[in-house]
């Protein structure tokens, strides 16, 4: 579960898409140290969609004092899942943990998340996501989420009550066998499953957003969401997978 950088073995690289979030990020990346201790076998990658606020020069001034820091930043804005996935593919380490970059998600989590993979001792286990089982946003947003998870959930069969959290741990080389495509973050699970791997979910800590504002309306999300759900459910009937054995001379 290390990757070796030189001489530095990375356990874990955490991938933080975020767009006009300078407010957050700050205590969103000492968090981050905070929950590994400071390790230095950890990277964070904030992928900087485009931002228009002071993210920029929030991240330069990060990096002078986080050595496990890396910036990527987007030469025009592409959105949540193109930011995701480039961070993604950027990363040194075999698996990846993700946070939204509004601070909703609990970094003390994630050594969690990557405990349980440890202890499972599954190689078919490759996504460990997180469960928002006390979600702090306003009654709308939430009503609208759990409709959301249950038509996703009856559909896609992908054995997941929130697979629009942005907090979980995959193992990078998974994540990027599967498609890629715009408002993708959402259906990860289902994308993992697809592929023949399995998928746990784990009850995970949720926090209102104190700074910044929401980059979705709920009304986007709804018509984005059903012609997304439409393509992955067409997706998973569509694929096939089973175990290759390779026949040698006797």
């Not at 928002?132 to 996703?152: E, F």
């Not at 495509?181 to 784990?202: C, N, T, Y």
Request: glycine residues 10%; charged residues 25%; proline residues 5%.
């Amino acid at each position: 579960m290390h990757e070796r950088t030189g001489a530095t073995e990375l356990r874990l690289s955490v991938v933080i898409p975020a767009h006009n979030e300078a407010d957050n990020l700050p205590g969103l990346v000492d968090e981050v140290l905070a929950a590994f201790g400071g390790a230095r076998d950890i990277e964070i990658l904030v992928v900087d969609d485009a931002s228009t606020d002071a993210t920029p020069a929030v991240l330069a001034e990060l990096q002078a004092r986080v050595p496990q820091l890396r910036v990527l930043r987007h030469v025009r804005n592409a959105g949540q899942s193109t930011a995701l996935i480039n961070g993604v593919r950027a990363a040194r380490a075999s698996w990846v943990g993700t946070l939204d970059g509004d601070g909703q998600n609990d970094p003390a989590d994630l050594p969690r998340l990557l405990a349980h993979v440890r202890q499972r001792g599954d190689p078919a286990l490759k996504l460990v996501q997180g469960w928002r089982t006390g979600r702090k946003d306003g009654w709308i947003k939430r009503i609208s989420s759990r409709i959301a998870n249950g038509v996703r959930g009856a559909l896609l069969r992908d054995a997941t009550p929130d697979s629009g959290c942005g907090i979980r741990v995959v193992e990078r080389e998974a994540l990027l066998r599967a498609p890629a495509f715009d408002h993708m973050h959402r259906f990860i699970p289902a994308l993992i499953r697809q592929q023949g791997w399995k998928v746990e979910s784990l009850a995970v800590n949720h926090r209102p957003r104190t700074a910044g504002r929401s980059h979705y309306g709920t009304l986007d999300r709804l018509w984005v969401g059903i012609i997304d759900l439409v393509g992955v459910a067409w997706l998973g009937r569509r694929t096939r997978c089973t175990e290759v054995n390779e026949s040698r001379p006797s």
